[in-house]
Each structure stands twice: as structure tokens, then as C-alpha cells.
Nanobody
Framework: QVQLVESGGGWGQAGESLRLACAAA????????MAWFRQAPGKQREVVAE???????DYSEAVKGRFTISRDYAKNTVYLQMDSLNPEDTGVYFC?????????WGKGTLVTVSS
């Protein structure tokens, strides 16, 4: 089992920055890719950014150029640096980790961006 705990959510104004962190614990050996998803009010959960075990990254079009995903393998932690925030970035952000065919999820952290 892999436990994921997100932190760093909160409130920000348009144009500001926030940084999310997701710490993995438990059976962390064998975790391959990690990702951030978000779910806005009344909408489906969507992928925001992914990072592979080789640190290859991919972003949704909505956040490309504004968000940066990174990974600290020694700390088993993945980060999401969110710059130039806008109100459309509001939602619950979830961390996900893939390990040997199973996807694990954190409980999420709320990000609210006001105009």
C-alpha cells in the first residue's frame, strides 16, 4: 500500500503563486509515475501534470507554461509549483501514484483563487 498526503493548498489571488507537495509513504519502492489531478466544482477530475520515473513531464494545455511538476526521489515527494494563478485553477488538487499496475490517490487539498 502507498499512502499519499498532499499539503500546500489554500487561497490566492489571480496572478499569485502556490506550491503543492505530496509525500508518499508505505510501499514506495516501485512507484513509477506520479501526477497531479484537479477537480473543479461541478466538473470531472482532470489530469494537470505528470512526471515519470525518468522525470519526463507532461502538462495539460490549461496549465502549460504556468505550472511545474517536480519530484524529489530521496524524500518520495512530488511538487506542483503553480504560477500566474487564475480563478479557473480553483478546485481540489489530488496527488496520484502508479505502482505495479495500481493507482493510489491522496485525499486532496483545496486551492481557491480569487480574481
Amino acid at each position: 500500500q502507498v499512502q499519499l498526503v498532499e499539503s500546500g493548498g489554500g487561497w490566492g489571488q489571480a496572478g499569485e503563486s502556490l506550491r503543492l507537495a505530496c509525500a508518499a509513504a508505505g510501499s514506495v519502492v516501485g512507484i513509477s509515475s506520479m501526477a497531479w489531478f484537479r477537480q473543479a466544482p461541478g466538473k470531472q477530475r482532470e489530469v494537470v501534470a505528470e512526471i515519470s520515473s525518468e522525470s519526463d513531464t507532461d502538462y495539460s494545455e490549461a496549465v502549460k507554461g504556468r505550472f511545474t511538476i517536480s519530484r524529489d526521489y530521496a524524500k518520495n515527494t512530488v511538487y506542483l509549483q503553480m504560477d500566474s494563478l487564475n480563478p479557473e485553477d480553483t478546485g481540489v488538487y489530488f496527488c496520484a501514484a502508479s505502482r505495479r499496475g495500481t493507482t493510489y490517490w491522496g485525499k486532496g487539498t483545496l486551492v481557491t483563487v480569487s480574481s
